[in-house]
């Protein structure tokens, strides 16, 4: 079959208020962070006076970073991402200023204890446990006295996300309303210690009739579970002798179906969300299966020379909170 080359990263321009003015800023089709640029706004004005260094916790686009460089250039800060389009656009928007973007869920562990400010639009779609789970790293990632700003809508789980950081740092306030838009800011305890970060949870599934240990991840599609489609899929694949490559591996879940279909044959795993390939890593690592190659890839890009005699993949078709199918079909065409 000839070879297609197939123009997997394209960014488009979102228009976006920073500092009063209409900027348009470099995104992507499948960065989550487009349904979140009306919580920019509010969060610049509730932090107007707030200590550096910052990190945004979950920075997608790099908007919200870009908007609080044009109000407070003074501060500087860092961008966390955990996916890698978010990764690729929110270097392209924050290429000209003091903000580095950091790969990984929250902050990295060693700057725990090491940021004054976190600012946070709360990713509602990734479910409750994943926003706590956000809101647990800044308690770890905040000096003692320092602040958290988090933003939600009123219709999407803001309420609940207060409550939830009430319980991390023990209270809660809500300081600024603005049209559907709530900020909430909380405190860290001023202490002695960082406060530990709890172990990621495991589960016992069964694929067939032998069961395995999955790792879980609040960030990961289906986490402590297997899913009816991922199911079918792990259950029904061929057996090869050469090469298979899971795209887009989620927990590993089919991974450990391709390893134990085909023992003999040489195992790939990728995917985009960093969180995944962490996990992918554990699952396979509590499942006691070794000589699998996982890594983070956006589209198979780092794999040009390679091929497959099978290739798994379960597609994604939801970007943030909508339904898009874009995503999936480019993975097809890689």
Known sequence: MPSRRVRLWRSESRPVEIDGQEVLLPVSADTPGRGLTGQIGPLIEAIAGCDGPVIDLCGWEGGLARAIQAARPDLGGACAN??????RTAIENLGDTNWTVVPGFGAPSDRYGGYQTAVLRAPHWLGNRAVAALIRNAATALRPGGQLWLAGERKRGIETFRRLAGEAFGGAETVLKKRHVRVVRV????????????????????????????????????????????????????????????????????????????????????????????????????????????????????????????????????????????????????
């Not at 955990?82 to 990764?87: C, D, E, G, N, Y």
């Open 82 to 87: 955990f996916t890698l389009p978010a990764i």
């Open 187 to 334: 405190v860290r305890v001023r202490g002695d210690t960082v406060p530990e970060t709890p172990e990621q949870a495991t589960y016992r599934v069964a694929l067939g009739d032998r069961e395995f240990v999955l790792a879980g991840h609040p960030a990961v599609f289906s986490d402590g579970r297997i899913d009816p489609a991922t199911q079918l899929l792990a259950e029904t694949l061929p057996e090869v002798a050469g090469r298979q490559l899971d795209f887009g591996c989620g927990s590993g879940v089919v991974t450990v179906g391709l390893v134990r279909r085909s023992p003999a044959a040489r195992t790939t795993a990728i995917d985009a969300n960093l969180a995944a390939v962490t996990t992918t890593r554990r699952t396979l690592r509590l499942s006691e299966i070794d000589g699998v190659e996982v890594g983070g890839s956006y589209f198979a890009e780092e794999l040009p020379d390679r091929s497959f005699d099978l290739v798994a993949c379960y597609p994604p078709f939801h970007v943030g909170g909508g339904v898009n199918h874009a995503v999936g079909k480019r993975m097809l065409a890689a």
